[in-house]
C-alpha cells in the first residue's frame, strides 16, 4: 500500500508521540479497529492523519499479498469509538484485505495536534522526564512513566540516588491532589508534598 494520493504534508513529525496500535480489520469495506494507549481517545479521534510504524517485534502474522512495509502516513476520513476500541476509514483502504495489511502497526500523531487539556489536566507525554521535588525543594527523582490504577495515575519516579539504588528501585507517588502541589511544564518541575522517606 502506498501512502494516500492527494494528503498533503506527509513528513513524519518531530514530535511525534505513539499513541496507539491497529489490531485488525473492522468489517468488509476497508475499516480499521485501533485500540488507544489512553484511556481518553480524543487526539486519536480528532486526528486527520495517523503515521505508522510496524510492530516492534516484528512477529504479528499479515494476511498473504501484503505490501511489505507499512505506509508512513494515512489519511483518516472518519473514527468512532465503538466499545473500547475505535474504528476507523482510511483514505485508499476500500476492503478488508486492504485493511488486514495494517494489522499490528503502531500509530503515532504530532503532540502538536493533540487536544488542549482542561485545566488541572496533563498528557502523560508532557510529565515524562519533569524533575520532582518536595515541598523543602529536596529532589525527588525524575519521572519515568506513570501507572494507571483506574481511580488515578501514579508517578514512577528514577530516584536521584540511583547509584545508591544499583537495583534500580524507584520511588511512586500518586498523581492526585493530597499530594501534587504544582506542576509546571515550563520550568519541567512538579512539586509534592511527600517525604524522602516515604
Known amino acids: 500500500m502506498s501512502a494516500p494520493a492527494g494528503d498533503a504534508d506527509p513528513s513524519w513529525p518531530d514530535d511525534a508521540v505513539e499513541v496507539g496500535r491497529v489490531l485488525d480489520a473492522w468489517g468488509i469495506k476497508g475499516w480499521v479497529k485501533a485500540q488507544s494507549f489512553a484511556s481518553d481517545p480524543q487526539a486519536l479521534l480528532e486526528a486527520r492523519r495517523w503515521y505508522l510504524r510496524p510492530p516492534e517485534d516484528g512477529a504479528l502474522k499479515r494476511p498473504a499479498g501484503a505490501a511489505a512495509a507499512f505506509p508512513d502516513h494515512i489519511a483518516i476520513l472518519e473514527s468512532r469509538v465503538h466499545g473500547d476500541v475505535i474504528v476507523a476509514q482510511a483514505r485508499g483502504v476500500s476492503d478488508r484485505t486492504g485493511a488486514e495489511s495494517l494489522r499490528g502497526a503502531r500509530i503515532f500523531l504530532a503532540r502538536g495536534a493533540f487536544p488542549k487539556p482542561r485545566a488541572g489536566e496533563y498528557y502523560w507525554v ?12 529536596q529532589p525527588m527523582g525524575t519521572v519515568i512513566g506513570l ?3 483506574g481511580p488515578h495515575s501514579v508517578l514512577r519516579l528514577a530516584r536521584p540516588d540511583s547509584e545508591a539504588n544499583p537495583d534500580g528501585e524507584e520511588r511512586l507517588i500518586p498523581f492526585v491532589g493530597a499530594y ?9 518541575r512538579i512539586t509534592v508534598d511527600w517525604g524522602l522517606d516515604y
Not at 132 to 137: I, T
Not at 180 to 188: A, Q, T
Open 126 to 137: 508532557d510529565l515524562i522526564g519533569l524533575e520532582v521535588v518536595n515541598r523543602e525543594g
Open 147 to 149: 501507572i494507571d490504577t
Open 180 to 188: 501534587v502541589d504544582d506542576v509546571s511544564l515550563e520550568s519541567r
